[in-house]
């Protein structure tokens, strides 16, 4: 069996310690997300399979209902105590194909690497989607999300349309001709107007690409982005890395179409669920300032050193299960994510390195992505061109820590708005109301929405508890 360099030297290092991840023990009707950081007691958890038994809970269960699926926002959008929590995991079939008109439909249940797995077979590919596959395709619109795709933006913009259940029961299309403001309010809208459930969405092809990396200063990198990158359309993905601690330096990292030979020939990246190797890895870098080195000098030369070249559905393919720790009991890994205009790239990024060190946050990596601007959602992240700095930390449980994280959270987002910035909101809920209401100045068009889908507040998880004040907006 042959094995790169990469994989032998972490091997080696493994062998010195095991990683193999404990499921947590969750008690019976509680909702938790990958964090292990916000356990919620709920009232019941259904798992429907149609249409008719969606309308139902909703029309006959008298009390809040949350809507989930792969569980993956980080602060209780998903939940809220004594819910009943509408689990659609099962809802997940394809509902129609278009090889013609490279569209296809499908329940909100199903998750990207089901959905990837059945166009590849038409050499078809998904437009955008995060990094990672295993999110179901309704929990990645309800939050918006965007991934590493160059020239592409939130992901509504493949979306062509969606069926929903709203508060009465009643199953209606949205598009953007038809039902506007319910369009404009789902996407993006945390499960908030009503329950998703058919998408239709807009395919590309599928295409060979070779992967390009280069290092340099952070502080060449905008100029870098804006005149190799930006507008390249010859570029699929783009991301990168800043290193930590010292976060001068980023490797940046492209997939571009090419005519060269494979170097990996699986149209898909195989789904065996081993990763002890890839979770080791985390496991050195989070655990030092050595780890880090270790990363930045040995491991990451070794892994970009091999040329590659594998189809786009391979690349877009990634389970997230290789990140999983060993344990959450003590610390757990966490995302945040800030959105910065383009040209204040260079002012924002000395504020967010000050505010992580002077709080020594245990920073494994920030990944920088780019999109476009958002066409119309309420709660739209993207109120132009942005850069995304997505911020992968350690950190402990204690409320301590958790007290700590929320200072230097809002310390991050004043210094987003001091750049006419963001933040992305299915992380942890740690924003005053204040800083919401300036990040997100649409959010009082998007309640009133709610409240006209929604009048007896019905839908709810963590985030409406935190910030949708029901009676201001009668």
């Known amino acids: 069996m042959k094995i790169s360099p ?13 990683c193999h991840p404990n499921k947590p023990n969750t008690p019976l009707n509680v909702v938790n997300d990958v964090t292990q950081l916000n356990p919620i007691k709920v009232s019941k958890i259904i798992t429907p399979t149609s ?14 209902i949350s809507i989930g699926g792969g569980r993956f926002s980080q602060g209780g959008q998903t939940a809220t105590e004594n819910a009943l929590q509408i689990d659609m995991r099962k809802f997940n079939r394809v509902i129609s194909f278009s090889k013609a008109d490279k ?5 909100p249940g199903i998750r990207w690497r089901e959905l990837i797995q059945y166009i590849d077979k038409y050499n078809l590919s998904v437009r955008v989607m995060q990094t990672y596959a295993n999110f179901t395709v309704g929990g990645s619109l309800s939050v918006n999300v965007h991934g590493r795709y160059v020239g592409q933006g939130p992901i509504i913009s493949s979306v062509k349309s969606f069926k929903i259940i709203l508060a009465d029961g009643a199953l209606i299309n949205a598009s953007r001709n038809e039902n506007m403001d319910i369009f404009y309010a789902t996407i993006g809208g945390y499960g908030g107007v009503g329950v998703i459930t058919e998408v239709t969405l807009l395919l590309t092809d599928n295409e060979k690409v070779e992967r390009k990396d280069s290092v ?12 190799k990158i930006r507008n390249q359309s010859h570029v699929v993905f783009h991301n990168a890395d800043i290193y930590p601690n010292d976060f001068s330096e980023v490797r940046a990292v492209s997939y571009v179409k090419t005519n060269k030979a494979l170097t990996i020939t699986e149209r898909i990246k195989p789904n065996t669920g081993n990763y002890a190797v890839n979770r080791f890895a985390v496991k050195v870098a989070s655990g030092s300032d050595f780890g880090k080195w270790i990363r930045k000098k040995i491991f990451d030369p070794i892994h970009y050193h091999t040329e590659i070249v594998e189809w786009r559905n391979y690349e877009a393919t990634y389970d997230v299960a290789e990140l999983e720790p060993k344990s959450r009991k003590n610390s757990t890994y966490v995302l945040q994510e800030y959105f910065i205009p383009v040209e204040h790239f260079d002012a924002f990024t000395p504020k967010m390195i000050k505010i992580l060190k002077n709080n020594k946050v245990n920073v494994l990596n920030i990944s920088i992505r780019h999109a476009n601007k958002d066409e119309g959602s309420y709660l739209a992240w993207a109120k132009t061109e942005v850069f995304a700095f997505v911020i992968y930390y350690k950190q402990d449980v204690s409320t301590a820590a958790k007290a700590a994280v929320k200072k230097w959270t809002r310390d991050l987002i004043n210094a987003a708005l001091a750049e006419q910035g963001s933040y992305y909101l299915p992380y942890q809920i ?8 300036k990040v997100y100045p649409n959010a009082s068009q998007f309640f009133k929405i709610k409240q006209k889908y929604d009048p007896e507040y019905k839908f709810r998880n963590k985030l409406f508890d935190a910030y949708y004040h029901q009676d201001k907006q009668k």
């Open 103 to 107: 569209e296809i439909t499908v329940q």
């Open 430 to 437: 740690n924003a005053t109301t204040e800083q919401f209401n």
């Open 51 to 64: 249409n008719t038994e969606i309308a139902l809970a909703i029309k006959t269960h008298q009390g809040p």
């Open 216 to 227: 340099m200063k952070l502080s060449g990198y905008s100029k870098f982005f804006v005149s």
């Open 6 to 18: 990469l994989k032998f030297c972490i091997l080696f290092l493994f062998l010195l310690s095991a």
